[in-house]
C-alpha cells in the first residue's frame, strides 16, 4: 500500500479529552438464571452453590442443610462489568457485560439477578438485571458440535441503573486542563494557538507536552468549552516505523526519512528435486525391475532483484516505491529497516513487537 502525506486538521475534542470529564469502571458478582441445563455444576462450583443457597435465604428459603443434594444446572456464577458514563444521573440506564467464572457452557435464555455494580472505591454506583443475550450459537450432536462466538459471555442492553452520581460541576471551574491523547509539544502548542486566537489572548497556555491549561474566567465555561472542541488544528506525528513480527506487519509515519542509501537484497536458493523411475524387463526376460534415480537440481540467484539507491531524505512515498520496485515483501521489509537502522540511515524510531 502506497501512503501520502497530507495535512489533515482535525477536531480538539478528537485529540485531547477535559481532565475530569471520565468514565468509571464497575464490577459485580451475581447469578445467571433460566439456563437449560447448561449452568455450573454445583458440585464443581462451590462458590455459585454459596450464593444460591445464599440467594434463596434472603428470600425466605432455607437449604442450607441440604446443600449438598442440590443438583440444579440451570444457574452459573457470572461476573458483570460495565462503565458508567461521565455526568450520568440517577435514574439512568447503560451497557453490562456479563462472563461465566463456573463451568458453564452457555449464557443463552439465561436472566440475571440483580446485582450491585462497585467502584473502586467500594461503593454501590448501579444495579444491574436483565436477560443476558449472547449472540452465539452452539448446537452438539453424538458426533460433532458447532460452536459460533462465545456463548460464556454476553451483554444486557440498558441493564443497569445508576444509584449514585459522580458528582462534577463543569461549569463551575474556570481553570481546566485539555490533556492530549498522544502527548507532543508541538500539537500541544498549535492547540494553545488556536484557543487563544478563537477565545482570547490567555486563555489557554501549554504546561507540558501532554497539557494545556485553560483560563475560563469571565467566560460561559461551557459555551467556551463548546467552540475549543470544535476547533481544527494539525497534529504532529513523530518520525516512527512499528514493526509486528508475528504478523508481517510494517506501518511507518508520514515524517520518516532515510539518509543516502543502497539496498540490495536476494537470497541464493538451491532446488533439488526427486522424480524416480520404474524400469522393468522385457517380456519373458529373465531381468527384474529397478528403481532408476532421476533428480533435477535447480539454482536461482535472484539476479534479477537489482541494486537500489535511495537518494538522501526520501520521503515515505519514495521509499515505499523504491521497495516496491525491488520487489520486496512485508517479512524482507522489516529485515530491511533492522539492517537501515543499524547502519544509523533511518532517521526515525524503530519499534519491533
Given amino acids: 500500500m502506497l501512503a501520502t502525506a497530507s495535512r489533515a486538521e482535525v477536531r480538539v475534542k478528537d485529540i485531547a479529552d477535559i481532565e475530569g470529564v471520565r468514565e468509571n469502571q464497575l464490577v459485580g458478582y451475581g447469578l445467571v438464571v433460566g439456563l437449560n441445563g447448561t449452568g455450573d455444576m454445583l458440585q464443581n462450583s462451590i462458590f455459585t452453590a454459596e450464593s444460591l443457597v445464599g440467594m434463596l435465604e434472603r428470600l425466605g428459603v432455607n437449604t442450607r442443610d441440604q446443600i449438598a443434594k442440590l443438583q440444579t444446572k440451570d444457574v452459573a456464577a457470572v461476573m458483570v462489568t460495565a462503565t458508567l458514563p461521565a ?30 455494580l462497585l467502584a473502586a472505591d467500594g461503593e454501590v454506583y448501579g444495579v444491574a438485571q436483565g436477560a443476558v443475550t449472547t449472540g452465539a450459537i452452539a448446537a ?44 507532543d509539544l508541538t500539537t500541544a502548542r498549535r492547540i494553545e494557538t ?14 507540558d507536552p ?12 461551557v459555551g467556551a468549552l463548546t467552540r475549543i472542541e470544535e476547533l481544527r488544528v494539525e497534529p504532529d506525528t513523530p518520525a516512527t516505523v512499528i514493526i509486528d513480527e508475528a504478523s508481517g506487519t510494517v506501518v511507518m509515519g508520514a515524517n520518516v526519512r532515510i539518509s543516502t542509501v543502497a539496498i540490495a537484497q536476494g537470497n541464493l536458493t538451491i532446488r533439488v528435486t526427486e522424480a524416480p523411475e520404474v524400469a522393468q524387463p522385457g517380456p519373458f526376460s529373465r531381468g527384474r525391475t529397478v528403481v532408476v534415480p532421476r533428480s533435477s537440481i535447480q539454482v536461482d540467484t535472484q539476479s534479477d532483484h537489482k541494486l537500489g539507491l535511495l537518494t538522501a531524505q526520501p520521503t515515505l512515498r519514495d521509499l515505499v516505491a523504491s521497495l516496491n520496485a525491488l520487489g520486496v515483501g512485508p517479512r524482507d521489509l522489516i529485515s530491511i529497516l533492522q539492517a537501515i537502522k543499524a547502519a544509523g540511515a533511518l532517521q526515525a524510531d524503530l519499534e519491533v513487537r
Fill in 210 to 221: 501532554r497539557t494545556v491549561a485553560l483560563n475560563l474566567a469571565g467566560h460561559d465555561v
Fill in 87 to 116: 455526568f450520568a444521573r440517577n435514574g439512568s440506564r447503560f451497557d453490562v457485560s456479563v462472563s461465566a467464572i463456573g463451568d458453564a457452557t452457555n449464557l443463552s435464555g439465561g436472566t440475571l439477578l440483580v446485582t450491585p
Fill in 140 to 183: 452438539r450432536g453424538a458426533a460433532a458440535s458447532v460452536t459460533r462466538n462465545v456463548p460464556t459471555a454476553g451483554k444486557i442492553a440498558n441493564g443497569a441503573i445508576v444509584e449514585r452520581e459522580v458528582n462534577f460541576a463543569l461549569g463551575a471551574h474556570d481553570e481546566l486542563n485539555l490533556a492530549l491523547r498522544n502527548p
Fill in 194 to 207: 488556536a484557543i487563544n486566537d478563537a477565545i482570547g489572548a490567555g486563555t489557554a497556555h501549554t504546561t
